[in-house]
């Protein structure tokens, strides 16, 4: 007698493949989906993959068709990315020298906001190290966009200020005065460089320098080093006062 063997496609429609599935042998036929639904998955998935690449904007405009597991995990990205961008339009909320009047030093100091520092020049045209600072302190405005740089000429801020106190410097942290620096001693005249000015701000807080030490205190060391250098030694004081 010779042996037959069955070889059996289990997506074949045949009464015998029938008979194995209603005894579990073959698992359930699978029902072909229609194209339709086919592509609508299919673009659900691509979506699902790629949210995390989305912009706001994009995430807003497929949120129809996000699954309803994926909408959980989807509203954090969401919420990461609007901390984000709010944090990045904070940090570029200024970036230049903005000149005031007495009626705005209120609202742009005082009331400036939560964890925001402000600069403020009170100076007057016609003093050369006034106009010094303000170029410097453009320069830093840039370089520093999420610190508020202000100038007022000093007489319309407080009435009656001195010139002799010019240039000044007030900073402030959310509406209460740090640190402030008045007249010209301070800055050490016109030979004051930016980056000594960027150093003195740094210390107050108000500005997070990338300068790794004081460049005043360089330029001091080296005017040092040179007098010490033209100082006579010790001994060639000692042999010149033996010839008197």
Not at 100 to 112: H, R, W
């Amino acid at each position: 007698m010779q042996n037959s063997s069955r070889s059996t496609d289990p997506n074949e429609d045949t009464e015998w493949n029938d008979i194995l599935r209603k005894k579990g042998i073959l698992p359930p036929k699978e029902e072909p989906k229609d194209d339709e639904e086919e592509e609508l998955a299919l673009q659900q998935q691509s979506v699902v993959k790629t949210y995390e690449s989305m912009t706001l904007e994009e995430l807003e405009e497929n949120e129809d068709e996000f699954s309803e597991d994926d909408e959980a995990a989807i509203e954090m990205y969401r919420q990461k990315r609007l901390a984000e961008w709010k944090a990045t339009q904070m940090k570029n909320i200024f970036g230049e020298l903005d000149e005031i009047s007495g009626q705005d030093y209120v609202k742009e100091v005082n009331k400036a906001g939560d964890g925001i520092w402000v600069i403020l020049h009170l100076y007057k045209q016609g003093i050369p190290l006034c106009s010094l600072i303000n170029q410097h302190l453009s320069t830093l405005a840039r370089k520093f966009p999420q610190t508020k740089f202000l100038k007022s000429i000093s007489t319309t801020c407080i009435p009656n200020y001195p010139d002799r106190n010019l240039p000044t410097i007030f900073v402030y942290f959310e509406g209460e005065m740090k640190a402030q620096f008045i007249g010209p001693l301070v800055f050490g005249g016109m030979n004051l460089k930016v980056e000594e000015l960027e150093w003195r701000l740094s210390e107050t807080g108000a500005v997070k320098t990338d300068l790794e030490e004081n460049p005043k205190k360089q330029i001091e060391d080296k005017l040092m080093s040179s007098i010490r250098s033209t100082l006579p030694t010790r001994k060639d004081s000692d042999s010149e006062d033996e010839d008197y």
